[in-house]
């Protein structure tokens, strides 16, 4: 092949590859609505993991797996993580499902089978170009990251009496605490209130 | 601990907004008007009669007192006060949540001591 086919040849490659990742990535007029394609998403892994330093991946967690540190961290995820990643790590929050891209569920393999100090470092440093900020860098972060990562662990076992206790501390704004307030007490026997249906609520 | 407190306010400011401008799951209240296995039919304050589907993940807590319990769908029975968090789905409604006190229990909650 002459040095000149191989240059055009070179040009065609690269556009095509160009065409195709602006394809992937502009789909649904960059709504954030749309679901990341395979392609974004295997990018976007591999462009998180060459990311995290090398040496992050060895730390181990020095929070002890106890039921007071667990505790802790629950109650500590449902104030500032369930807002975006629901109570069960699941993600199916209004805010999540609105996000682009999505918080991945944190109890399926893909976030299970991350070492310990990469959760640490995601939790410390966030995800440029995500909805996951960083948590790092104030007096005491560390302990709590290393206290959430057990907990990350922990969630493919989250048993209801937890996830009833998390809901409790979740973020919740005076309209909505009012809503559960009139809810319960029409649970404990208070009249019906009239209200038009078909009301949105988080 | 201030940065961390200035990102949790701003966290909490931007749910607050999401969840007033793109809220997606509806509440119903009401009593419990017939019990499916894959359904419920509430009658609501309006005395409209609203079919809930029922799913895998659906959850069951029992409300007594002042304290709620993890329950299942057994439990339910009709005449029971519920409250259902529900998404919408096409044109039907999918329970997440099914909370609800049993009609004795929650006439006993209100009665007032002699």
């Known amino acids: 092949m002459s040095r000149g086919n191989a240059i055009l040849l070179a040009i065609v490659i690269a556009i095509a590859l160009i065409t195709v990742a602006a394809a992937s990535v502009l789909h649904d007029g960059l709504s954030s609505r749309a679901k990341p394609t395979a392609l974004e998403s295997m990018l976007a892994r591999n462009a998180r993991r060459l990311a995290i330093p090398a040496g992050a991946r060895k730390l181990q967690n020095p929070a002890a797996e106890t039921p007071e540190n667990l505790r802790d961290a629950r109650l500590h995820f449902a104030d500032h993580c369930a807002v975006c990643h629901a109570n069960d790590g699941s993600g199916d929050t209004a805010i999540g499902r609105g996000l682009y891209p999505k918080p991945p569920d944190l109890r399926r393999e893909e976030t299970q089978k991350l070492a310990d100090g990469e959760l640490f470092w995601i939790i410390e440093n966030g995800v440029r170009f995500t909805g996951m900020p960083a948590f790092g860098g104030a007096q005491g972060s560390e302990q709590d990251s290393w206290k959430l990562v057990r907990f990350i662990r922990h969630l493919p076992q989250l048993t209801e009496e937890e996830r009833m206790e998390m809901e409790r501390y979740n973020l919740k704004g005076p309209e909505d605490l009012e809503e559960e307030q009139e809810e319960n007490d029409f649970l404990r026997g208070a009249p019906m209130q009239q209200k038009p249906e078909g009301t949105h609520h988080h | ?114």
């Open chain 2, 1 to 114: 601990m201030k940065t961390k407190l200035c990102i949790l306010i701003a966290i909490a400011a931007l749910a607050a907004s999401v969840a007033l401008a793109h809220g997606d799951k509806k509440h119903v209240v009401g009593t419990l008007e017939k019990i499916n296995a894959d359904s419920v039919v509430v009658k609501t304050a309006t005395g409209k009669s609203v079919e809930v589907k029922l799913v895998a993940s659906t959850m069951y807590v029992s409300h007594a007192g002042n304290e709620d319990k993890p329950a299942k769908l057994s439990d339910l029975a009709v005449g029971d006060r519920v409250v259902i968090h529900a998404t919408p789905k096409g044109e039907t409604l999918e329970a997440s949540e099914v909370k609800f006190s049993a009609p004795g229990a929650a006439a006993s909650a209100v009665k007032p001591k002699s």
